[in-house]
């Protein structure tokens, strides 16, 4: 059964603010496509990911350079289960933007990654240079075995 688009995005902004994890995929310096788990809140129609206080492998993290050199990202979130019946994906094409320091909509983002993660109260949001990524929409695509019904079925569980 089609759902209309209206339909969709009712789920959506729930999908999306509840939604622990993502898989951010960039490009690397040789084209070859490269993925990473990231977390994310939702302000208005964009997400915001932070560097956060997390220990890191490197200063200055690839998932950086590459949106910096290639904007043009996918950020997909999916469910898998054993029951097929209850499979689902969300693919979300956007424009990403490394943002260091303060933003227009850096509280408004602050504020909704620590109330989706309550680790916040014993990680530290941001590292020593806050750095956010906005991740701006561009197209939205989505699969669902039973279509809207397996994201619906995933929400209300």
């Known amino acids: 059964m089609a759902a209309s688009e209206g339909e969709f995005e009712t789920l959506r902004d729930r999908l999306f603010d509840s939604f622990p994890v993502a898989h951010l995929a ?83 983002a602050k504020r909704a990654l620590q109330a989706k993660y309550a680790q916040y109260a014993l990680v530290p949001l941001l590292q020593e240079e806050p750095i956010m990524i906005r991740f701006e929409w561009e197209a939205i695509s989505w699969w669902g075995m039973q279509g809207l019904q397996s994201i619906s079925d995933w929400l209300d569980n």
């Open 26 to 108: 960039t490009l690397s310096d040789d084209q070859r496509p490269d993925t990473t788990p990231v977390v994310f809140a939702r302000v208005g129609e964009s997400f915001w990911s932070p560097i956060d206080g997390k220990p890191k492998s490197r200063v200055r993290l690839a998932r950086l350079e590459r949106i910096t050199r290639a904007p043009r990202v996918t950020i997909v979130l999916d469910h898998y289960d054993d029951d097929w019946t209850a499979l689902w994906w969300v693919r979300v094409q956007c424009r990403g933007e490394v943002i260091e320091g303060a933003h227009d909509n850096w509280g408004e």
